[in-house]
């Protein structure tokens, strides 16, 4: 993976610190609420942790649903 490939992911990605800050939570109660399914599914790239920030965005527009509401909100949305 190139640098510019690697920018434009770090731009497009969060970390557990920065998605929990975002949210304006801890980084534990982030973690917390990863682990009970309440916040969008991370992705791993590499050996590191992300969540995209338009699932992030969404989420909260959404009013906070749950990982699998969330993702059955997305399907819907894909299928009309």
Do not use: H
């Amino acid at each position: 993976m190139n640098t510019q490939t690697t920018q434009t992911y770090q731009t497009l990605t969060a970390t557990a610190k920065d998605a929990a800050k975002i949210c304006r939570l801890s980084k534990r109660s982030w973690f917390r609420l990863n682990s009970c399914g309440k916040v969008p599914a991370p992705v791993k790239i590499g050996g590191s942790v992300r969540w995209r920030l338009s699932d992030i965005k969404l989420w909260l527009e959404w009013n906070c649903p749950d990982r699998k509401t969330f993702e059955a909100m997305q399907q819907a949305g894909e299928e009309k």
